[in-house]
C-alpha cells in the first residue's frame, strides 16, 4: 500500500541522503489498522496532514523534490516525458523502482494511472513554460508556446486557452466579469500555485481512493494506529512552511508532556498512591498560545489577509505591537552577517527559530487563477475535472483522534549532522533528548510506578507463581488475591504499591515477574515433557515384552 504512495510524498532532505522511497516525508501521515468487537481485522486507512506542496516548486539547497518526479524523468513512461526537458531544483537523475504493480493491487483502473502519470507530466512541464513582458507594457505573453503544448496535450486543454488564462485572467470586480492583465512575475507565481494545487489534490484523492479499496464495510470497534509527522526543522531560512510543521511539533510534544508528566501523576492521585506532585517545568501552551490563539501569530496572519492593502511589512508590525516585549517566546531576531533575513524569532521546545515573513500572505491565501481552474474543471481529462471539488485537513482532529488512544511514543534522533553512517555527535543527541522530553521521561520513571496492571488481569497472569497462595474454590476479590500473591514471592515489596484498581511496579520489576513466570513455565512444560516421554517409553517396553 505504502510503497507507491510515499513517491509522492517521499524525498531527500538535509537530514537524509537515502534516494530510496523511505526518505523522511514532507507529510503527516497516520495509518490505521481497524479491527471489529472480537479484534477480528476489519479494514485499514491513511489520514494525511501538512503536504508540504512548496517543495513541487523549491527547495532548499541540498534538498531535492518528491520522487515520483525523478521515477519519471528516469523515462519509464517515455510516452509521455522526453529527456532532459525539464528544469529542476538540485537534481540529481536517478533512476528508481516505478512499482506500478501497487496501483494494479489497490484497484486502480488504467485510465486512473495514466491520468496519474499525465498530471504529474504536465506539472514538470509547467516548470517550462516561458513568458516575457510586451514592449512598453505592464503585460506578459507566451514566448514560444511548445511546453505549453505539452502541458494542455496532457491535461486534455486548449493551448491558446491555457495561454490566454494566464496572461488574461477574468476576475469578479463586483457583480461583473473584467479581464485582467497580468506581468511576467504574476505569471509565474500563478503557474507555481496552479502546479502546487494539482499535486495537492491528486495526492489527497489517491489517499481516499486508497482507503475506499481497503475499506471491508465491516463494522469498525477498535484500531491500532502509527503517526508518522516530519519533525522539528530549524533551516538557515525558515518560512511559513517551517511555521506549520513546527507549531504542529508543537502540540505533539505538549501531547507528550501532558500525558508523561500531568495524567502519569494525576493517575496515583487518582489511585491513591502516595505521591509528591513534580513540576517538571515542560509545559509548552505559552508557546501555543502565542501561534494559535486571538490574536497570535496565525489570528493575525487570517486578519491581514482580509485586508486589501495588507502586506508583509503591516503583518510584520502588527506582530511586534502585539508581542514584542508581552510574550518571552517572540523576539526580534539577532543580524547575522551573511545569514538570510529574518523578520521574528519564536522560542520552541526545541529551539529558538529565526523566521522570514517574505509571501506569508500569499501563501496563507493561496490563490488560485479561477479562469485557467474554470479550465481544469471542463478538462477532458476525466480525472482533473474531479480533483477540484476541494478537500480539508484538520490539525485539530488530529489532536481529537489522539486524546481517545493509549499513547505509545518512538523518538527518531539524529545522530550527526554530517550523515556520516556510524558517527555519534554526543551534544547534538542529548540536546535533542532534552528538548523531546526523554530525559525527564526517564527521570519521571525511575521516581514513579511505569508499569501498571488491572488486579483481575494480574491475578490471572500470574497465579501460576504461587497457586497455593489462592486457593481453588475459595471466594477472594481480586485486590486481596493479587496482595496475598505479591506478599508470597520472593520480592521488593517496596517496588510496588497497590492503588484502588491496579498495582503499580516500578521499572523493572514487572520484567522480573515476566521472567519467574518464564521460568515457572519451562518447569511445568519440562514435566509435563518428562512424564510423556516415561509413557511411551513404557508403553514402547511394554511391546517389547509382549513379543517375547
Not at 8 to 31: R, W
Request: with cysteine; net charge positive; hydrophobic share 40%.
Amino acid at each position: 500500500m505504502s510503497d507507491y504512495l510515499f513517491t509522492f510524498i517521499n524525498e531527500v532532505t538535509s537530514y537524509s541522503k537515502n534516494t530510496s522511497e523511505h526518505t523522511f516525508p514532507s507529510q503527516g501521515k497516520f495509518i490505521r489498522i481497524h479491527f471489529d468487537n472480537r479484534g477480528k481485522l476489519a479494514s485499514a486507512d491513511i489520514e494525511t496532514y501538512l503536504l508540504e506542496k512548496s517543495r513541487v516548486t523549491f527547495q532548499l539547497k541540498a534538498e531535492r523534490d518528491y520522487h515520483i518526479f525523478y521515477q519519471i524523468l528516469s523515462q519509464i513512461k517515455p510516452e509521455l516525458l522526453g529527456k532532459d526537458e525539464y528544469r529542476t531544483e538540485n537534481s540529481k537523475i536517478n533512476v528508481f523502482d516505478f512499482r506500478q504493480e501497487a496501483f494494479d493491487v489497490l484497484g486502480f483502473t488504467q485510465e486512473e494511472k495514466n491520468s496519474i502519470y499525465k498530471l504529474t507530466g504536465a506539472i514538470m512541464h509547467y516548470g517550462n513554460m516561458k513568458f516575457k513582458q510586451k514592449q512598453r507594457e505592464e503585460q506578459a505573453e507566451a514566448d514560444g508556446t511548445e511546453d505549453a503544448d505539452k502541458v494542455a496535450y496532457l491535461m486534455g486543454l486548449n493551448s491558446a486557452d491555457l495561454i490566454k488564462g494566464l496572461c488574461h485572467p477574468r476576475v469578479k470586480v463586483g457583480n461583473e466579469w473584467v479581464t485582467k492583465g497580468q506581468n511576467v512575475a504574476q505569471v509565474y507565481y500563478a503557474i507555481g500555485a496552479l502546479a502546487k494545487s494539482v499535486y495537492e489534490k491528486m495526492f489527497l484523492w489517491m489517499v481516499v481512493r486508497i482507503n475506499q479499496s481497503l475499506d471491508t464495510k465491516q463494522p469498525r470497534q477498535y484500531f491500532i494506529g502509527v503517526l508518522d509527522i516530519a519533525g522539528f526543522e530549524i533551516f538557515d531560512f525558515n518560512t511559513f512552511e517551517q511555521m506549520c510543521i513546527n507549531f504542529t511539533n508543537e502540540k505533539l510534544q505538549q501531547f507528550f508532556n501532558h500525558h508523561m508528566f500531568v495524567l502519569e501523576q494525576e493517575e496515583y492521585k487518582k489511585e491513591g498512591i502516595e505521591w509528591k506532585f513534580i513540576d517538571f517545568g515542560m509545559d509548552l501552551q505559552a508557546c501555543i498560545d502565542l501561534i494559535e490563539k486571538p490574536m497570535g501569530i496565525m489570528s493575525i496572519l487570517e486578519e491581514e489577509c482580509m485586508f486589501p492593502k495588507a502586506s508583509d511589512a503591516t503583518f510584520k508590525a502588527k506582530l511586534y505591537d502585539n508581542h514584542l516585549g508581552k510574550s518571552n517566546n517572540f523576539q526580534k531576531p539577532r543580524v547575522v552577517k551573511g545569514k538570510p533575513e529574518a523578520h521574528f524569532s519564536l522560542v520552541h521546545y526545541a529551539g529558538t527559530v529565526d523566521y522570514n515573513i517574505n509571501n506569508w500572505l500569499v501563501k496563507n491565501k493561496d490563490p488560485l487563477n479561477e479562469t485557467v481552474v474554470g479550465l481544469f474543471q471542463k478538462s477532458n481529462l476525466k480525472l482533473l475535472g474531479l480533483l477540484f471539488a476541494g478537500y480539508a485537513g484538520n490539525l485539530n482532529k488530529l489532536m481529537t483522534n489522539l486524546r481517545s488512544t493509549h499513547p505509545h511514543f518512538v523518538r527518531c534522533i539524529i545522530p550527526n549532522e554530517t550523515k556520516t553512517p556510524g558517527a555519534m555527535e554526543n551534544p547534538l543527541v542529548m540536546h535533542q533528548l532534552r528538548c523531546n522530553g526523554v530525559l525527564e521521561g526517564i527521570r519521571i520513571c525511575r521516581k514513579g510506578f511505569p508499569n501498571r496492571i488491572l488486579y483481575g488481569d494480574f491475578k490471572q497472569r500470574y497465579r501460576i507463581l504461587n497457586p497455593n497462595a489462592i486457593p481453588e474454590g475459595q471466594f477472594i476479590d481480586n485486590k486481596k488475591a493479587a496482595e496475598k500473591l505479591l506478599g508470597s514471592l520472593d520480592l521488593d515489596h517496596n517496588q510496588y504499591k497497590l492503588g484502588h484498581t491496579k498495582v503499580f511496579f516500578k521499572a523493572g520489576l514487572l520484567g522480573q515477574l515476566e521472567e519467574m513466570r518464564d521460568d515457572r513455565l519451562a518447569l511445568i512444560i519440562t514435566g509435563i515433557q518428562a512424564r510423556s516421554r516415561g509413557l511411551l517409553a513404557r508403553v514402547e517396553f511394554q511391546k517389547i515384552v509382549e513379543r517375547r
